[in-house]
């Protein structure tokens, strides 16, 4: 299927003083701080940085996003970006190169990947190419939800193992080697069932 700050508490003996020092400030010192936490947010969030702007190739930019899977509104979200530093984007070659991403993006092969990968589809494949897409991307999802299902169990079999080994009290001792029992169980069949989903998946990669 990542990208800290760290803040120091002020102690409960320090609040007074705290709140003191705090309204000495005075709003139209705390004021320009918080505009420029906010901007520095909505900079982070924006789909290109203003470096990219200035130097973007829309052509690339517009096949980076479609060999992505990426929706043509992204283009809304560059043009929004960039106009901080006057920069429109070139919508013609942008929709160029975005249509050439998609043939590479909506093969077979790469249906397969995005779904054991556990992405979603977004529904920007051409009609021609999306009904072949669509049936390997659910076949690679199948999988991809059969790992997880693989990946719960054993944690649930560990943590039932932990509790066993710290359990003293014979009656719940017994009870936590029947859950462990139908853990494993559990777990063998799930194991069985992404191995078969895991050959069907080499059966249509090309």
Request: with cysteine.
């Amino acid at each position: 299927m990542k990208p800290t700050s760290t803040s120091v508490r002020p102690s409960i003996d320090s609040a007074p003083a705290a709140a003191a020092r705090l309204v000495s400030v005075g709003c139209g010192l705390v004021r320009p701080a918080l505009i420029g936490a906010v901007a520095l947010l909505l900079s982070a969030c924006a789909s290109m940085s203003e470096k990219e702007c200035l130097s973007a190739n829309w052509l690339d930019q517009g096949y980076r996003d479609g060999r992505t899977g990426r929706t043509a509104s992204l283009l809304d979200d560059h043009r929004e970006a960039c106009a901080r530093v006057g920069v429109t984007p070139n919508t013609e070659q942008y929709h160029a190169g975005r249509n050439q991403g998609l043939l590479e993006y909506c093969t077979p092969a790469n249906a397969l990947h995005e779904g054991r990968q556990g992405r979603s589809y977004r529904n920007v494949c051409p009609m021609h190419l999306e009904r072949q897409f669509l049936a390997n991307h659910q076949r690679g999802y199948q999988a991809y939800e059969a790992q997880q299902n693989v990946d719960r169990l054993y944690r649930d079999l560990q943590r039932a193992e932990r509790d066993l080994n710290r359990e003293k009290d014979r009656h719940k001792r017994h009870e936590l080697r029947r859950q462990i029992r139908h853990l494993d169980a559990r777990l063998s069949r799930a194991r069985n069932e992404l191995h078969n989903l895991e050959r069907q998946l080499y059966r249509y990669s090309p």
